[in-house]
């Protein structure tokens, strides 16, 4: 089964500057999808950036962009110019691209909450 | 609908009563995910449905927990004889597809105290 880890329980940085959040995943599938969430206090989760495994080219967001590295199974956001509205917990999470059983479904790391000092 | 609605917005119950959580999800998604989240954790997954079958329910902890779709529409999630451990945010998402990299719409979850 994969899983998905997020190293990082909190992290803290300093308005207008630059974050890096990890997260890394165990799978023996060649092709999948990444995803990053953000969940402010509000609760309601929203979807920041996603990369599809077969692209090599890293996916970028406006302020957001992530560091894919597929051999080492590695999928970081950078949030550059980092502002307080960013404050929130981040969940990293993969969803397979095999056409099984549980196709589909999106498994998410245990999350990074980001605090941001103005 | 606009969004993904989920209620009740928050439950309180006693311990050993059932209740039943709801999830309407967006309209024409036929992907639909429950989720636990305890206090200061990540997103437990539950169960997922595609269409009105649930392919995956690989994540429902005990067979207190069941949850059913039909019209591949609205979802509920029951608890059955809830215990304490129960108390967390339920969280429900819905997605146009179940596949690719297609988003998935959180609603903002119902919190389930049990008390």
């Known amino acids: 089964a994969q899983t998905v880890t997020q190293s990082q329980p909190e992290m803290s940085v300093q308005e207008a500057e630059t974050v890096t959040l990890s997260c890394t995943y165990d799978t023996s599938e060649s092709d999948y999808y990444l995803f990053w969430y953000k969940q402010p206090p509000s609760r309601q989760m929203i979807l920041v950036i996603r990369?599809?495994?077969?692209?090599?080219q890293n996916a970028t967001e406006n302020r957001f962009s992530v560091n894919f590295q597929k051999a080492a199974k590695s999928f970081s956001l950078k949030i550059s110019d980092s502002q307080l509205g960013d404050a929130a917990m981040y969940f990293c999470?993969?969803?397979?691209?095999?056409?099984?059983?549980?196709?589909?479904?999106?498994?998410f790391g245990k999350g990074t909450k980001l605090s941001v000092k103005p | 609908g606009a969004g993904v609605s989920q209620s009740p917005s928050n439950k309180v119950t006693e311990k050993g009563k059932d209740v039943e959580l709801r999830c309407d999800p967006i309209s024409g998604h036929t992907a639909l995910y429950w989720y636990r989240q305890s206090l200061g954790q990540g997103l437990e997954f539950l169960i997922y449905?595609?269409?009105?079958?649930?392919?995956?329910k690989s994540g429902l902890p005990s067979d207190r927990f069941s949850a059913e779709r039909t019209g591949g529409s609205v979802s509920t999630l029951t608890i059955q004889r809830t215990q304490q451990e129960d108390s967390a945010v339920y969280l429900c998402a819905s997605s146009q597809t179940g596949t690719g990299n297609t988003e998935a719409f959180f609603g903002q979850g119902t919190r389930l105290t049990v008390v």
């Open positions: 990369q599809e495994a077969y692209k090599q």
């Open positions: 449905f595609q269409g009105n079958s649930a392919p995956d």
């Open positions: 999470a993969y969803r397979s691209a095999w056409y099984g059983g549980s196709q589909g479904n999106l498994i």
